[in-house]
């Protein structure tokens, strides 16, 4: 797909956004950014959205006499998956059944449907402001016809002890660092090309983190694995699985493309289980 038809899918969608919503009214003009004037508009989080790709953001405010102004950003992020990534950076808030998911946080909805990522916030809470901001998010995710699929590499976690809100999915090791800090450095080569899920595992009272990298072909991999264990794992015994100072198990292991790491296990047996349970697709 072009830039163009990018484009053409976000102006269609501006063209029926409701221009008012529970007594709210959109007085100013709709603005929009692409992946550098983001910064112009959200200085410190447009970085994350540059990290997963984003191609346009069309923001709209919406206004109303003794209320306080709401405020939807609409990102083409180009693709289902990354607009689920985006969606994944933040998982704190009260599950909705709005669009392919959504959470509310007090003042701020969130959602994704399709490829496209939708942030709606009201710049003061109240009871009104609250509906309004539901109200819109349904409406906006009614709009947006399109489903997509999320990420493959997700198929590859294991089900098993799995903790669902936990789940990330990510291209660069900043956005990597700010959920599990590995390195200043980007040790596993991580990049447009590579697909990421980060996920978190609870079984009784141990758990550990799972990472879960999958590259384009399988020297690229055993690359990324080889620099892991000289740069973060180096007392690695054979089969990659070390005793951290912390008390602590850290392993790391090939899967064909895919690099599976077990990060702060609380015993041996739990990292071992789920390096063995790691899927391996086609």
């Known amino acids: 797909m072009t830039s163009k038809s990018y484009a053409d899918s976000?102006?269609?969608?501006?063209?029926?956004?409701?221009?008012?919503?529970n007594g709210w009214e959109r007085i100013s003009k709709d603005r929009f950014f692409d992946n550098i004037t983001i910064f112009d508009y959200i200085d410190g989080a447009g970085e994350v959205y540059r990290a997963y790709n984003m191609r346009r953001c069309l923001s709209r405010r919406y206004d109303r006499?003794?209320?306080?102004?709401?405020?939807?950003?609409?990102?083409?992020?180009?693709?289902?998956?990354?607009?689920?990534?985006?969606?994944?950076?933040?998982?704190?808030?009260?599950?909705?059944?709005?669009?392919q998911g959504a959470l509310y946080r007090p003042g701020w909805l969130s959602l994704w449907k399709g490829r496209f990522f939708v942030s709606i916030y009201a710049e003061e809470e109240t009871t009104?402001?609250?509906?309004?901001?539901?109200?819109?998010?349904?409406?906006?995710?009614?709009?947006?016809?399109t489903q997509g699929p999320t990420p493959s590499i997700l198929l590859n976690l294991p089900s098993e002890d799995l903790?669902?809100?936990?789940?990330?999915?990510?291209?660069?090791?900043?956005?990597?660092?700010?959920?599990?800090?590995?390195?200043?450095?980007?040790?596993?080569?991580?990049?447009?090309?590579?697909?990421?899920?980060?996920?978190?595992?609870?079984?009784g009272k141990e758990s550990a983190r799972l990472l879960l990298v999958m590259y384009p072909?399988?020297?690229?991999?055993?690359?990324?694995?080889?620099?892991?264990?000289?740069?973060?794992?180096?007392?690695?015994?054979?089969?990659g699985m070390a005793l951290l100072e912390n008390g602590k198990w850290c392993a790391a292991t090939l899967k064909g493309k895919l690099v599976a790491v077990v990060l702060e296990a609380d015993s041996q047996e739990f990292a071992k289980r789920l390096l063995t349970r790691v899927k391996v697709t086609p």
């Open 163 to 203: 903790q669902p809100r936990s789940v990330r999915y990510l291209h660069h090791h900043n956005v990597l660092n700010y959920h599990f800090y590995l390195a200043d450095g980007n040790i596993l080569n991580l990049g447009p090309q590579t697909h990421t899920a980060l996920a978190s595992y609870k079984r």
């Open 217 to 239: 072909n399988l020297e690229k991999a055993k690359i990324a694995l080889e620099s892991f264990l000289n740069n973060y794992l180096p007392e690695a015994d054979s089969k």
């Open 128 to 145: 009104a402001s609250q509906e309004a901001v539901r109200q819109l998010g349904k409406v906006v995710a009614a709009l947006i016809k």
């Open 65 to 99: 006499n003794n209320g306080p102004s709401i405020v939807m950003d609409i990102f083409d992020m180009g693709s289902s998956e990354d607009a689920f990534g985006v969606f994944t950076h933040d998982q704190d808030g009260e599950s909705l059944d709005v669009g």
């Open 10 to 21: 976000l102006d269609g969608l501006q063209a029926i956004l409701p221009d008012q919503i």
